[in-house]
DNA sequence: TGCTGCTCAGTTTTT
DNA sequence: CTGAGCAGCA
């Protein structure tokens, strides 16, 4: 990694002022071109303070904020700190700007999340009382298009036949007028109501306009509508505007991204400069060959890149077709195992690439029986376990007492006899008197209807949470504190134990609570470090914020294991060996994608597959075995299966083709190989 | 209120 | 073929 800049590379590190568009192929070294240039105009004397660094995932964050330290550390850049850069998300970056204006916010906040949002959609659907059973999910969708788009509710147009464009042209106003209501942003609004605000309100746009002087944003092809708004407004005074990504490497269109982004650049920011990084430091010249041409014969080219690499090696690429997927998986899981006794090569060298999540569990079968240990990388295993959230709801609620959803996700929870009925009652209430749902619970006592089970359940709840809110900002209790208190008061383990099916899965349900004890405990020593001071409130409204929005959870070492990985998740990382698995019609192009059922946007979304695919093959260092099967079980039923179209578009010369042979035909020598993984498993068993 | 059985759908996912 | 979600029943 020290070796010298290349030209391409020297010349966006060197540029400085004025928009620049920076095309970074795969592995061609754009983060370290974006560290490298912070470091460069650090040099140049602008302050660290001015630099805003855009990312899409925390991880990215992180990443550049350590790499950016790293450099800092080697010397030579005036004792400036990463600290006083803002190197973070799209969406933290709009949760600190709105934390910050207040004044035109009004007031504290909340962050709903996906399931959140969810229920308020769900609620606003009954209420509209609507014949037909409507998808809450889809609405959702559409809600969030809309807003990645930047189309405020009242310009949803008319038109337009689809039942859910006009369901959501009834629920998207209301479904935002509930939110401003509770108080809460869903995640699209951290970045819209950034736009919004800055749009109306030149005052304010000028403050973070000269505040951030120099703006970068990594990932740019997967920017939306309403990011670029954004970044337009922040940066439309000064134009210092360095954006960095790789239109072959869009593949989130379906949930937003707008490729014109990246290919319009010149026209949103005149006179741009526009830097092309082509050289590849990451795949040897066979893998390499195969990605040049898969993406040369994409339809809808701009700018045209051939990567290229001075690497020497590597072996051929190979495609292989098996009689099944089983006997594809047998394949690779041998493979492996091959390559890690006669190659000297590790797990971690290894990555298992596919379509989608569901094509993981053969694999995973497969490596559990040759012991080798692997780790699943996304699969939405998020922090929805419902225990966690419960008690995240209890905090919430206890600071933002208009967090409708919140109360009405832990009103009856732990049972305390406020049922769907006295909960619909106090709604009805609520709406009729203009007060606020945990208003009605207050004033419970005022209410007639109200059984006194019911009345009994609101003075504890009240009392429960007037406790914990004393506790939190009064007593300035840590957070964690007050949710082992809470769990304590609520009788929350016995509660889980005794609706759990089982005590294991009592104890596992209990342990994720316990894990968010760790968590919040963690979480607060590091901000104690910080140092930050600001009122109870603000300080643990921006924990629970960050509870949020970090909701990956740290991830830990994934230490020394194969990858297994959807093509979508594996973007950005890179393996000596990489399986591309599911090379077929109807898996590789998605038949989602395939399917006239959508009936708009079909060779677009086809070229969005090709990408795809184009983001697995230039995973691969050092070699890239692609892999089908002539037959799979589709709903139940075998059914013969067609290559991946974009196979043919690879010339043959460029690969090795190959035979996988059913598991039932395997040689006598893969036999006695297989019997001796066994042994080795029993072993290891044994110890 | 909680469980059981039936129906239906079946990508990709971060914040 | 599987899993999720819901309706209907106890």
Redesign the pocket.
Known sequence: MKFPLNPAQQEAVEHQNGPMLVLAGAGSGKTRVITQRIARMLERGVPASAICSLT?????AAEMAERVAVILKEGGHRGQSVKQMSIS????FGLSVLSRERKVTGGTFTIF??GDCLGAIKELLSRVGVDR?FDATEVMTRISNAKNAFIAPEELREREGDDYDEITKIVYPRYQAALRNFHAYD??D?VCEVARIWKTREDVLSRWQKQFRYVMVDEYQDTNRAQLELLRLLAGEHRNICVVGDDDQS??A??GADVRNILEFEEHFPGAKIVKLEQNYRSCAPVLAVANAVIEKRTDAKYKKTLFTSKLGGEKVRLGQAPSPEAEAAYVGREIRRMISDEGRKPKDFAILY????QAKLFEEVLREQGVAYRV????Q?FERKEVKDVLAYLKLSLNRSDEISLRRIA?YP?R?I??TSLERLGTYALARGWTLWETIERVDALDDIPSVARDGCRALEKTIAHARKRLLIERAKGSVVARELCEQLGLQKEITA?S?SPQAAARRWANVDGLFGLLSRRESREDAAGRDASAERELMTFLHSLT????EEEEDPGNVVTL?????SKGLEFDVVFLVGLEEGLLP?S??LDPR?SETAPQ?IE?ERR?FYVGVTRARQLLVMLRARAR?V??KPAPRTPCRFLSDIPSDLVEEFEVKDAALMSTDEMASNAGNLLAMLDALGK
């Open positions: 899409f995932t925390n991880k990215a998300t799209f969406h933290s999340d996906q059973r995640f699209d951290l593949i989130y379906w949930r379509r989608s999540n569901g990388v996304g699969g939405t998020f009856n049972p006899g049922g769907e609706t099916p929005l970090n909701s990956q990985s959807t093509l979508h998740g998605h989602r994608t959508a979304d969005e795809l079980m709903r139940g």
